[in-house]
């Protein structure tokens, strides 16, 4: 395991969010919504450190796997975001935008339910990996493709807990997958 970033970085990159984000939204009224489960302690961080109103849902980012390979539709709720988004300007939080394809798929249904403005707000962007023509409107750290780990990102629901983020070699995915 290599440690990629670590607590006082994410620290620091956290505050410079957390101020962008104020001086985007300051005197509107703003919705954030998380995208479980490896944003939580990324957006827990976040919202602590943002000084202005807002309101706070939580949304699954992927339905369960329909294969193997592929995850299942984003599908939200629109009886739980449609009172909550409508009029307002929305900020989509995120771990990690790796093929931009969430994003693109959540971006729509929130302006479909009437949100004024809907940006996004991520931690870590891996490079080389974006399928979508999308891209975060404030981001965090930009990463090699690796696997990383840590900061509430897991690998089969192990490292959550790791207060960095690190990236796993291909033994310890192996070992991981066995497991």
Not at 68 to 82: C, F, Q, T
Request: charged share 25%; proline share 6%; glycine share 8%.
């Amino acid at each position: 395991m290599q440690v990629l970033i670590t607590e006082e970085q994410l620290r620091e990159t956290v505050d410079r969010l957390a101020r962008q984000v104020e001086e985007a939204y300051s005197g509107r009224k703003l919705t954030i919504i998380g995208l479980l489960l490896g944003s939580v302690v990324f957006l827990a961080d976040l919202i602590r450190r943002i000084g202005i109103p807002y309101e706070l849902e939580m949304v699954s980012s992927r339905q369960p796997m329909v294969t193997s390979e592929r995850p299942g539709p984003l599908v939200i709720n629109p009886d739980v975001l449609a009172p909550i988004v409508e009029g307002r300007d929305v900020l989509v939080a995120d771990d990690i935008f790796d093929t931009g394809e969430t994003l693109w798929e959540l971006i729509p249904q929130l302006d479909d339910l009437g949100a004024a403005r809907v940006r996004s707000v991520v931690l870590l962007v891996k490079q080389g990996r974006r399928r979508a023509p999308i891209q975060p409107d404030f981001k965090g750290f930009e990463i090699p493709d690796l696997f990383v780990v840590g900061y509430g990102m897991d690998y089969a629901g192990r490292y959550r807990h790791l207060p960095y983020v690190a990236a796993l070699d291909s033994a310890e995915l192996s070992a991981g997958a066995s497991s």
